[in-house]
């Protein structure tokens, strides 16, 4: 299974941007990319996700390497609610499924 | 809210006896997905149905756990004879397959924690 590789833990200011990185070096050509965030207490939630092209939400930007080993989320504003544990997750096809191999994530802190 | 909803949403239970947990998806969600995630980790993908058909289940899943999606609707998730090592939480998701299938956004339900005594 292909995987990912996220920093344990960072640290922001609240109003400023914030670059979560994702390494995924063993990546196939057909894998998605997805971000999800999981507050205290609650199951993940969707931020972002992309196969090649970076991409832009109203949560998000992803960014995506050109050789896709690695993308970046992105957080232009941070504030005390996007304080969350974010995984990056490689969709893994078996048959047609499409199962989320979830890491350890990386716990965002915002500083007020 | 995301629209997936589990219950119990807490079970404490003795080490050897059987609980069962039921996950209801959002209605037109034809994609089931159990989940489970220990403290400090993320989730572990256990089984994943489409609509009523079981098609695939994790390693993870021994021959104690059970899971059904009858009808396609709602999901029950039994542990039989549980062990302490069982205590975890435990998440269903669902999603609408797409015409790019990997557009697969997973709704996450809350979780219903399980404590082994």
């Known amino acids: 299974d292909a995987k990912t590789t996220q920093p344990n833990s960072m640290e922001s200011n609240e109003e400023e941007p914030v670059h979560l990185p994702c390494n995924h070096s063993t990546i196939s050509g057909t894998d998605y990319i997805h971000w999800y965030r999981q507050l205290p207490s609650q199951g993940p939630e969707y931020v972002i996700h992309?196969?090649?092209s970076n991409v832009n939400n109203r949560m998000a930007s992803l960014a995506i390497a050109e050789d896709r080993k690695s993308s970046t989320l992105i957080l232009h504003r941070a504030t005390l609610r996007d304080a969350a544990v974010y995984y990056c997750?490689?969709?893994?096809?078996?048959?047609?499924?499409?199962?989320?191999?979830f890491g350890t994530g990386t716990r965002l802190k915002v500083l007020a | 809210d995301t629209g997936v909803s589990q219950d119990p949403r807490h079970k404490i239970t003795k080490r050897g006896q059987n609980v069962t947990f039921r996950c209801d998806p959002i209605s037109e969600h034809n994609r089931l997905y159990w989940y489970r995630q220990t403290l400090g980790q993320g989730p572990e993908f256990l089984t994943y149905f489409q609509n009523e058909a079981q098609l695939e289940k994790s390693r993870l899943l021994s021959d104690r756990f059970s899971a059904e999606r009858p009808k396609g609707s709602f999901s029950t998730l039994e542990i039989q004879r549980t062990e302490q090592g069982d205590s975890a939480m435990y998440l269903c998701a669902s999603s609408l397959q797409g015409k790019l299938a990997a557009y697969n956004e997973q709704f996450f339900g809350p979780g219903t924690r399980l404590t082994v005594l």
């Open positions: 997750i490689l969709s893994h096809t078996t048959s047609g499924t499409y199962k989320y191999i």
């Open positions: 992309g196969l090649t």
